[in-house]
């Protein structure tokens, strides 16, 4: 008896678990792979300080080395030898300490490098170690805040003052798949992903790592539907070897810029 009720209570929590596995849901469309690299390029040695709202904070921001693991670092630096200069000038007078701040470096990215002026606060933000995920975003006049996108970012290098780089976003709605993260691309540029959305215009840029002045634009580009594939073609002009920044954003309805993607891609 004690046998076949021992059998009977295992198949119960068999069934529980399957049952609490099947609950989930799926996870959003990342621009970048899973992992941490450990090169990182020139930003703008000024930079504004926004009001931020910070959310969600999680773990610990101590820094070590970061493994290569397929990332591309974007912004702002695309190096291991910028990360380097960066860090002996910061040791020696302190310079430009916002590169610690993975918030900061987040938001300087949207509004100085991509030129969303509107995104104007951090609205969410989750630490592991040297792995950031960043919402930056706006808040209406009810003071709801709306988030525009998450960022990746990773600390690169080594130490306790390893910098903060961006190396993508985390996707959902709004998607940018086409070309390959981190493939090796030439000009035309055939871009594209997916869009759930209304009335949607979709404007893609194309940026080199250290102007926030576009290398190549499309724009006026209609879309929507519910996860609806969108394609166009950017035409732009950079150095062979060049990391550049292939950024996609829609709005209009209550800002210019109401969600965007990123992807990192090399000229070849």
Do not use: Q
């Given at each position: 008896m004690r046998t076949r009720l021992a059998v009977v209570a295992g198949l119960v929590a068999v069934v529980a678990a399957l049952a609490g596995c099947?609950?989930?849901?799926?996870?959003?469309?990342?621009?970048?792979?899973?992992?941490?690299?450990?090169?990182?390029?020139t930003g703008p040695t000024t930079a504004t300080t926004p009001a931020t709202t910070a959310a969600t904070t999680s773990a610990?921001?101590?820094a070590t080395t970061v493994p290569a693991a397929g990332l591309v670092p974007l912004w702002p630096f695309t190096t291991s030898a910028q990360v380097s200069a960066w860090q002996a000038a910061y040791r020696a007078s302190g310079r430009e300490p916002w590169h610690l701040d993975p918030?900061?470096?987040a938001l300087d990215f949207t509004r100085l490098h991509l030129g969303y002026a509107e995104v104007d606060r951090v609205s969410s933000l989750a630490v592991q170690g040297g792995d950031?995920?960043?919402?930056?975003?706006?808040?209406?006049p009810e003071s709801a805040k709306h988030t525009v996108a998450v960022l990746?970012?990773?600390?690169?290098g080594s130490g306790a003052d390893a910098p903060w780089v961006?190396?993508?976003?985390?996707?959902?709605?709004?998607?940018?798949?086409?070309?390959?993260y981190g493939s090796t691309v030439s000009s035309p540029l055939a871009v594209g992903g997916v869009i759930t959305g209304v009335d949607e215009s979709l404007r893609v840029v194309v940026l080199g790592p250290t102007s926030a002045t576009p290398l190549g634009v499309m724009a006026g580009l209609p879309a929507g539907g519910t996860r609806t594939?969108?394609?166009?073609?950017?035409?732009f002009a950079a150095r062979s070897g060049s990391v550049l920044t292939v950024a996609v954003s829609t709005g209009g309805h209550l800002r210019s810029v109401e969600r965007f993607a990123v992807t990192a891609v090399r000229v070849r």
């Open positions: 099947s609950s989930g849901s799926a996870p959003p469309t990342a621009t970048t792979p899973t992992g941490t690299t450990s090169t990182a390029a610990s921001t101590s918030g900061r470096t950031a995920h960043v919402g930056v975003g706006w808040s209406d990746h970012l990773i600390r690169s961006v190396v993508g976003s985390d996707d959902t709605d709004l998607t940018l798949t086409v070309p390959r594939p969108w394609a166009a073609t950017v035409r």
